[in-house]
């Protein structure tokens, strides 16, 4: 499991944490047998403070649930999340070379389309980008200025 960065106070990085089992076989509805069960949670969370991140308890219910279920210790049954969990063969990471990062099974989230064209998508934000742009000239000029008056010019 992949989570946050800004998690814990001594590390600012996102960290893993491995879960070992041998025991595999079927201990509630699913047997686990030649399966790795990834979970990225790295967008899960919120800032406590500006330093520092913590999971809400609807995260940590999103992550047990994840597990539960693919453990087969909850009354639901399990099902791949794209972006987030993904229950996968060894086989499949075998041919990863057994790269055990989450982020390469589970995927990116599914993103919702607006329906909105892509060029004209494009078009809209760089007249937008283009109107900040000018803004932010503006606003440095005139933070110059302000300076200059009380006698600091750069």
Same mark, same amino acid.
């Given at each position: ?26 201990t509630g509805k699913r047997a686990r047998n030649g399966e790795i069960l990834f979970i990225d949670a /790295?967008?899960? =969370? ?7 991140? %913590?999971?809400?308890? *609807?995260?940590?219910?999103?992550? @047990? ?38 982020? /390469?099974?589970? =995927? ?7 329906? %909105?064209?892509?060029? *004209?998508?494009?078009?809209?934000? @760089? ?19 302000a300076l200059g008056g009380i006698g600091y010019e750069f």
């Open positions: 499991m992949t989570l946050p960065g800004q998690l814990f106070y001594s590390t600012q990085i996102p960290v893993c944490v491995w879960l070992v089992s041998k025991n595999k076989t079927k /790295r967008k899960l =969370g919120y800032m406590a403070d500006r330093t520092h991140k %913590e999971f809400a308890n *609807e995260d940590i219910d999103q992550i @047990t649930k994840a597990f539960h279920t693919w453990r087969g210790t909850s009354d639901e049954a399990y099902g791949d999340v794209q972006g987030f969990c993904k229950a996968a063969k060894l086989d499949e990471v075998r041919n990863n070379d057994y790269i055990l990062t989450p982020g /390469r099974y589970v =995927g990116l989230e599914e993103v919702e389309d607006d329906g %909105e064209p892509f060029e *004209e998508k494009m078009a809209r934000l @760089t007249s937008e980008l283009s109107e900040q742009f000018a803004k932010s000239k503006e606003l440095e000029q005139q933070i110059r200025q």
